[in-house]
């Protein structure tokens, strides 16, 4: 009996902790195709989100830099795999610029 009682007390320990680090890909990484060469917390195609986030940590100019990346593309940084352009015309800076604070803040 003590061995149940303390196995689910552990168990609802980690379902705490577990949905306290949860974080959802927001929606405008999904309408921007984002989540087929990205994910929050593992490699995939492209780097993990947070590993983004830990590599540009306490860099001041790493928004701006990111913003540029996001929307012109690019190569080299993560690897041999560029990654497309998702704003080359400029018109969805808002958005890119959401998306790379969203990302930056993964590593508060």
């Known amino acids: 009996m003590k061995s149940i009682v303390v196995s689910m ?13 949860a974080t959802d890909m927001p929606e405008l990484a999904k309408k921007n195709n984002c989540t087929a060469c990205h994910a929050i917390d593992k490699k995939v195609v492209g780097p993990a989100f947070m590993d983004v986030a ?4 306490g860099d001041a100019s790493a928004e701006a830099k990111l913003i ?5 593309g690019g190569a ?4 041999s795999m560029p990654m497309p352009a998702n704003d080359a015309a400029g018109k969805k800076q ?4 959401e998306l790379v604070q969203f990302i930056l803040g993964l590593a508060k």
């Open 9 to 21: 007390t552990v168990a609802a320990g980690l379902m705490i902790a577990g949905s306290a680090m």
């Open 54 to 57: 830990k590599k540009y940590k």
């Open 68 to 72: 540029t990346k996001v929307s012109k």
């Open 76 to 79: 080299g940084s993560w690897g």
């Open 94 to 97: 808002d958005q890119m610029k």
